[in-house]
């Protein structure tokens, strides 16, 4: 009997020294996995970490897989990673959508996706346009559209520098987003001898605002307090940040719109110079 209960505690030991060398708690609370020395709130170590087999229904695990991996400074979703992105989607089998942005039941202040910079696309873009989505249809009111549209004057102009943007965030014009900038420090790679690995810390390295990045140079279009004025709803304000957006697709409609109703009174002009030809061949004749 002693014998067992000598076995069962050495059991126990063995056990919870092998969790106690997975699992890392400091004095600060700190967790760090794997045996990796927590220096934030929460590390793991590895190659690379995955989240995967996580639904609604079950408890969201975390595994050094291959397939779904974590990158430090870059992530990448699928079986191939490149430093080429700081994100790239690929996935391993057939799927109906490789990324699927929604708000969910949530109601978001600013837009579902924000990109800072230029974006390519090879494929092409659509927007739903099913007449049974819609309800309320009407024509464009042509009587006023030329009008409207002469207030609208195409513009050529440059984007304002980093320096300016910041003094008008200062000054509380804008208010963009703020990043914080945490500390890195080397520590050693206990899987790789001689190499070292860098990891956050919790101390802050600096405060980042981030104000838009637009393209240098000439640029063209139009002016949102412009457009306001004369369709409102093609003009969105990022309660956020206070900067005003154009919708330049919501105007393809009153363009085309436009083109027809000048090609009516194209037509209409065509067919009085036709009757004026008329008359004068009649009056010649005489």
């Known amino acids: 009997m002693k014998t067992k209960i000598f076995l069962f505690v050495l059991l126990s030991f063995a056990i919870t020294f092998h969790i106690q ?29 995955s989240y995967y087999n996580a639904d609604f229904n079950s408890s969201y695990s975390i595994n050094n897989g291959a397939w779904y991996s974590y990158v430090y400074e870059a992530a990448a979703v699928g079986q191939n990673i490149s430093n080429n992105y700081s994100l790239r989607i690929r996935p391993s ?20 996706l924000h990109v800072d910079g230029d974006a390519t696309i090879t494929g092409t873009l659509h927007n739903p346009s099913d007449r049974r989505l819609k309800k309320e249809v009407d024509t464009i009111d042509s009587k006023k559209l030329f009008r409207k549209l002469s207030k609208i004057r195409g513009k050529r102009y440059k984007f304002k520098s980093r320096k300016e943007l910041l003094a008008m965030h200062e000054s509380g014009e804008f208010k963009f987003t703020i990043d ?3 500390k890195k420090i080397k520590i050693p ?58 919708n330049y697709v919501g105007f393809i409609p009153l363009l085309i719109e436009a083109v027809n109703l000048q090609k009516e009174e194209v037509s209409k002009m065509s067919r009085q110079i036709d009757r004026l030809k008329e008359r004068i061949k009649v009056l010649e004749a005489n």
């Not at 799927?95 to 039941?105: A, F, K, P, W």
């Not at 405060?207 to 369709?231: L, M, S, W």
Request: aromatic share 8%; glycine share 10%; net charge neutral.
């Open 21 to 49: 060398s997975q699992i890392k708690v400091n004095a600060s609370g700190k967790v760090g996995i794997a045996g990796y020395e927590p220096s934030n709130s929460y590390s793991i170590r590895g190659e690379s970490a």
């Open 93 to 112: 089998q057939n799927v109906i959508n490789t990324l699927y942005i929604t708000d969910g039941s949530y109601t978001t202040s600013g837009t579902t």
């Open 180 to 182: 914080t900038i945490y």
């Open 189 to 246: 790679n206990k899987e790789k001898p001689g190499d070292s690995i860098r990891i956050l810390t919790d101390d802050i390295k600096r405060i980042r605002i981030n104000t838009p990045k637009f393209n240098k140079g000439k640029q063209y279009g139009i002016i949102a307090q412009d457009v306001i004025e004369e369709f409102p709803e093609l003009v969105s304000l990022d309660e956020n940040s206070g900067v005003y957006s154009v």
